[in-house]
């Protein structure tokens, strides 16, 4: 048998051994046989390719069918005479997997036991694998699963921030959804990354476990076998830790045995903060992490503010005010804040402004700045207004739950929505003129038709996207099959397809470009495949990109809207409140061509008429300044109707007057129509987008 590639330079003598067992021997083994050091080899077939075509190594071992390996390791009454027995009658052939690594029965029986049970069993194989008999040969593989189970085993915290982590790759791309999609590298980094990790809780115990064997005198004749297989963890699984492959890559295994060379179990990590860029699934999740209640977290939020030196400041009341008391009410006491503690979704706004302040403390001074001083607006706002609080409550619940992102912009619209509560306010104490108003107005009316822009790019979007989905599904290659792509593009193509059918179509697109890359290398791939295999990647890398743009258009929308607006906030002078930066800004839809039609069609919009005075009179607070403002107009447009004859008649007194009482309510519909389209006239009137009549 050939030194182990991880030995080579440091090279020891290594005659071939008989002794060694068959799964791990280098004697010749049939050609669809895998072993440690030679990878599986391409069948010549599309089964031996793709994930979807599961193929066996080799014949399994016939096991009881009525218990699955797991079921096996979980049955009551374990013990380890019966486990060695269980885990003898199952095969130790490695089988693919759908979307996982390839596992035998052997190992999956060993996975599912405890950490315990695990020790158990491989004290008590390590004692049986003495020798040179079926027995000693049949106990080593079966300990080599076990130390598999060791290093693929990873704690729960581990897998979660892991599938986070692959969520958040697929995603977010970091470049632009119709650019070369960077999804894949990301998801390959991340997953070397996890599976390499120290932090395995017993990757110390399967390492040393190897080195113990290997610095063994006693069992010289299973050396060979055990180091083919720590190498075979090393290059093909790739479970074995950064700092030990490079000791292994530079001494050799035999020699770092030799030395005493022992791996300490690394110390679990401390739990990532609530920090800003943290993605959620769901709302519960979010809400876990919230510890302060809403009144300590707005005294929170007033003391980063107090730090940044920003003040919220009281309106004088009169010109002897001083600044000086005003600014000394201004600071809430935690009695006032905590008297809406129990109230709905106050948990909700409590972790919003949570992760908002992390989020801004990364944006540039200056919009630090300005998000503390939104966030004290927002905070004196709702402590006077029960009504105005519980809205904003409910908008913070809405805008939980996800990414940075979403919290920014659901932050930015409370800011908004306060901001209009207080120009209503305003209104109705006649502090506002007429040209702050229409101000006002205008930067609402173009918010709102930049908003029906972004959606109606998006839909168009989603139509071009399936579209070319579906040129996909209708052109399968030699290596991409009908079956293949039915099975990825059917889920997925549905009107409300979820982020989990998308997530796992990405996934099975990735582990088939794998699977095609893997057969273009293997030496005995026949020619016809090789020569296929560019045009399968390409297409499917076409594919990928397409799924994560179906991502980002359907369930992450808020990244392009926010581009929008981050884009066009100065241009399009849209109200002070918007968000000023995001994260994720590769995750939108939109390009520069496409901000300079939106930012045409808002202004194209604005210029109509018909569409400026529509919006104007459905907005209640403008009516009611417009009313302030031209008191004397309408004054007299009301008793041009009670000046009508209409206006002071009765209905009839019974219901025994049937016509005349139809006619009665015919008259009061038209009268009543007649009055609104008045008002709304003069409302159009006064704000410049009818002409006045002649007088």
Request: aromatic share 6%.
């Amino acid at each position: 048998m050939p030194p182990s590639p991880i030995s080579t330079r440091r090279p020891v003598p290594t005659g071939p051994s008989s002794a060694q067992p068959a799964p791990v021997s280098g004697t010749p083994l049939p050609a669809g046989r895998p072993t440690p050091n030679r990878p599986r080899a391409a069948a010549g077939t599309l089964a031996s390719l793709v994930p979807f075509a599961r193929r066996t190594s080799a014949p399994p071992t016939v096991s009881a069918p009525s218990l699955s390996p797991q079921e096996r390791a979980r049955r009551e009454g374990w013990d380890v005479a019966s486990a060695v027995s269980d885990m003898s009658e199952l095969s130790d052939a490695r089988v693919k997997r759908w979307l996982k690594k390839s596992a035998s029965d052997q190992y999956l029986y060993a996975k599912s036991l405890t950490a315990a049970q695990r020790g158990e069993l491989e004290q008590a194989l390590a004692h049986m694998m003495r020798g040179n008999t079926p027995e000693a040969k049949q106990a080593l593989t079966m300990w080599l699963s076990v130390q598999q189970a060791r290093l693929r085993t990873h704690a729960p915290w581990h897998q979660e921030v892991y599938r986070r982590l692959q969520l958040n790759n697929f995603i977010v791309p970091h470049v632009t959804v119709v650019g070369m999609p960077l999804a894949v590298p990301l998801h390959l980094e991340a997953r070397t990354e996890y599976y390499r990790s120290m932090y395995r809780p017993e990757y110390a115990q399967a390492f040393n476990n190897f080195m113990s064997v290997i610095a063994d005198s006693s069992l010289t004749e299973i050396h060979d076998a055990v180091i083919a297989r720590l190498d075979y963890h090393a290059h093909r699984e790739g479970t074995i830790a950064m700092p030990q492959l490079r000791d292994l890559r530079t001494h050799g295994a035999e020699h770092l045995a030799a030395m005493g060379y022992r791996v300490e179990t690394a110390a679990v990590p401390p739990a990532p903060g609530a920090g800003a860029q943290a993605i959620f699934n769901r709302l519960e999740d979010d809400l876990a992490l919230q510890t302060a209640t809403p009144g300590k977290q707005i005294l929170l939020w007033q003391a980063a503010a107090n730090g940044a030196g920003v003040e919220y400041k009281t309106r004088r009341q009169h010109w002897y005010s001083p600044w000086r008391r005003s600014q000394a009410r201004s600071q809430l006491r935690l009695n006032e804040v905590s008297a809406f503690n129990t109230e709905e979704n106050a948990m909700s706004f409590a972790r919003l402004l949570a992760r908002r302040q992390a989020s801004s403390e990364a944006e540039p001074a200056i919009d630090h700045r300005k998000v503390l001083h939104d966030g004290l607006t927002v905070i004196h706002a709702i402590a006077k207004d029960a009504e105005l609080r519980a809205l904003v409550f409910a908008m913070a619940e809405d805008a939980l739950g996800t990414c940075r992102d979403k919290v920014s912009e659901g932050f930015a619209a409370i800011v908004n929505a306060v901001g209009n509560h207080r120009m209503a306010q305003a209104v109705k104490a006649g502090r506002v003129g007429k040209k702050a108003l229409q101000k006002w107005a205008g930067q609402q009316f173009r918010l709102s038709a930049l908003e029906k822009e972004v959606d109606a790019f998006l839909q168009r979007a989603v139509d071009e996207n399936q579209r070319a989905l579906e040129q996909h599904r209708d052109s399968p290659q030699a290596l991409v099959l009908t079956s293949l792509m039915e099975s990825i593009l059917a889920p997925v193509l549905v009107p409300d397809v979820s982020r989990d059918e998308l997530v796992t179509a990405q996934q099975t697109v990735l582990s088939t470009m794998q699977a095609i890359k893997y057969l273009q290398e293997a030496p005995d791939t026949p020619d016809e495949q090789k020569q296929a295999a560019p045009a399968g990647l390409e297409k499917l890398e076409a594919m990928l990109a397409l799924l994560q743009q179906r991502m980002a258009l359907l369930h992450e929308p808020v990244e392009t809207k926010m581009h929008a607006k981050i884009s066009l906030r100065k241009s399009l002078d849209l109200p002070d409140g918007m968000v000023a930066s995001m994260a994720y800004s590769g995750v939108s839809a939109l390009n520069e061509a496409a901000l300079k039609d939106i930012e045409k069609a808002v202004r194209e919009r604005e210029a109509n008429p018909t569409e400026m005075g529509n919006y104007l009179l459905s907005n209640e607070t403008w009516s009611t300044g417009m009313r302030l403002l031209h008191a004397q107009r309408f004054d007299q447009l009301q008793k041009d109707f009670e000046a009508d004859p209409f206006y002071e008649s009765l209905p009839p007194p019974d219901d025994e007057h049937v016509a005349q009482t139809i006619r009665y309510n015919e008259e009061a519909q038209a009268f009543a129509q007649r009055m609104q389209a008045e008002q709304e006239d003069l409302f159009l009137q006064c704000a410049g987008l009818r002409p006045a009549p002649a007088s």
